[in-house]
């Protein structure tokens, strides 16, 4: 399950240890959550979801053609989600990305299909994603996702969050509330966490979302879950 990821991201942190090259180092520091100033009081503030209302506009936001011949729409939908996720890193978007592609060319059983899905996302990150790498389109979204709290409030705050999406999206799991809001203290892990846990929860919506369409240009249409 995805929360594996989210359980390795909190070793990394806490051992010091990146999981990144120095290069990668240098193009992902420029991606981040806004920073927080002190308040008109002088006191601290930390970054906390805006809301978390799960939407996509589609691959359009990315400059994907609509006429790409695989059903690539669920992969722009993760992507949007995760880009709108406060505090999560934009490396783990593009890790998600790769992952999501690379699966549905593998569901392809005829391998000149599959080659061709591999060359066609191959491209797009090429030609299409790689460019966007001026991080502008990231930091946009993460302003717009992110408002700044009092740091003292911060984790009664991601408690309610939590709450809110387990009563929505997954009761049956709501006794996992505590110990993730316990673990998930900073910024960063807390945005792993929910992007995560729409992965594992709310996504299955999107799947059926794309099953059920029938118009191509369906994946363009505004979707909250």
């Known amino acids: 399950m995805h929360y594996t990821k989210f359980l390795l991201i909190l070793t990394a942190s ?88 690379e699966e549905m060319c593998l569901k392809e059983t005829n391998e000149d299909l599959k080659l061709h899905c591999e060359i066609t996302m191959g491209r797009i990150v090429d030609e299409i994603l790689i460019p966007t790498k001026d991080c502008k389109k990231f930091n946009t979204a993460q302003k717009l996702a992110c408002k700044c709290v009092d740091e003292a409030k911060f984790d009664k705050y991601h408690e309610k969050i939590l709450a809110r999406f387990y009563d929505k999206h997954a009761p049956e799991q709501s006794d996992k509330l505590v110990f993730y809001a316990k673990i998930a203290n900073t910024v960063e892990k807390f945005g792993q966490l929910m992007y995560d846990l729409f992965l594992d929860n709310v996504d299955k919506k999107l799947i059926k979302y794309a099953e059920d369409a029938t118009d191509p240009k369906d994946e363009e249409k505004n979707k909250e879950l």
């Not at 990146?18 to 420029?30: C, G, I, P």
């Not at 695989?70 to 992969?75: G, T, Y």
Request: with cysteine; proline share 6%.
């Open 14 to 101: 806490s051992t010091g240890h990146s999981l990144r090259t120095d290069v990668q180092d240098k193009f992902y520091e420029m991606c981040e959550t806004p920073k927080c100033e002190k308040d008109l009081y002088g006191h601290l503030q930390k970054s906390i979801p805006r809301n978390f209302k799960f939407s996509s506009s589609g691959c359009q936001s990315f400059n994907i053609p609509i006429d790409v011949p695989f059903p690539i729409h669920r992969c722009c939908d993760n992507m949007n989600v995760c880009f709108n996720s406060c505090g999560v890193r934009k490396e783990s978007c593009d890790n998600d990305w790769r992952r999501c592609t």
